[in-house]
């Protein structure tokens, strides 16, 4: 069973640039967290999906950051205009169905992004 | 409000020593808690969680954690630590967000663990 997949691992992107981030749940899971890890720093939530819904982005920058967890296809998370402060690592993370509280996020590989 | 806090930045044990790693929270209901470990380059391993119940919980590779709640602690040990168990410690607390029930967790800052030989 193969587990949370993200792409691409490393991206290297221009000051003004977009970066579009993919996350694969592991299979059977409908619930997908996005969080950053900026250097030197934990991890910070950013957006809770489930399938074609978007339940809590309250960890969301304000301005140019989206995310989207089609019917089909992996969840992305899109930065638009992208500026040096949002080199970090981004992980996104799954759980089941039953989703809650007390399910266990289970966690991709990370995507480091470095802006130039 | 909700935070989680690991005192300790950096530690150095070597081979065999036992290891403990401080984890302190604030949360204002039971909290649920969780121990994930990061090897370079790597995304986040869970070691073990605590929701209710017996209050000292197993993990994996060997590790055990305790909750104390009069001292909002949630301690990571292992008896004795291995060279392969150099890597990067989070405590987490997950939150129920005001939308729901969400598993948001919230992070500590990470304690890095060096193993001498």
């Known amino acids: 069973n193969a587990g949370v997949m993200q792409n691409p691992r490393h991206l290297v992107r221009r000051r003004g640039q977009e970066a579009r981030l993919r996350c694969s749940p592991m299979?059977?899971?409908?619930?997908v967290y996005w969080y950053r890890q900026l250097p030197e720093e934990g991890l910070k939530f950013m957006v809770y999906?489930?399938?074609?819904?978007?339940?809590?982005e309250s960890g969301m920058p304000k301005e140019r950051f989206s995310a989207e967890f089609p019917k089909e296809g992996p969840s992305i998370l899109r930065i638009q205009q992208v500026v040096r402060g949002d080199s970090a690592a981004y992980f996104c993370?799954?759980?089941?169905?039953?989703?809650?509280?007390?399910?266990?996020?289970?966690f991709g590989p990370g995507t480091r992004l470095l802006v130039l | 409000a909700q935070s989680v806090t690991q005192p300790d930045i950096h530690i150095t044990v070597s081979e065999g020593a036992s290891l403990e790693l401080r984890c302190n929270y604030s949360?204002?209901?039971?909290?649920?808690l969780f121990w994930y470990v990061q090897s370079p380059g790597q995304g986040l391993q869970l070691l073990l969680k605590?929701?209710?119940?017996?209050?000292l919980v197993q993990g994996i590779k060997g590790f055990e954690a305790e909750f104390k709640r009069s001292q909002s602690s949630f301690n990571l040990r292992k008896p004795s630590v291995h060279w392969s168990d150099a890597a990067e410690y989070f405590c987490?607390?997950?939150?129920?967000?005001?939308?729901?029930?969400?598993?948001?967790?919230?992070f500590g800052t990470g304690t890095l663990l060096a193993v001498q030989p």
């Open positions: 299979k059977g899971h409908s619930h």
């Open positions: 949360y204002g209901a039971t909290p649920y």
């Open positions: 987490a607390v997950g939150a129920i967000s005001r939308v729901g029930a969400t598993n948001k967790l919230i």
């Open positions: 999906l489930q399938k074609e819904n978007i339940i809590d």
């Open positions: 605590y929701f209710s119940g017996d209050t």
């Open positions: 993370a799954s759980s089941p169905a039953t989703g809650g509280a007390k399910e266990t996020q289970y």
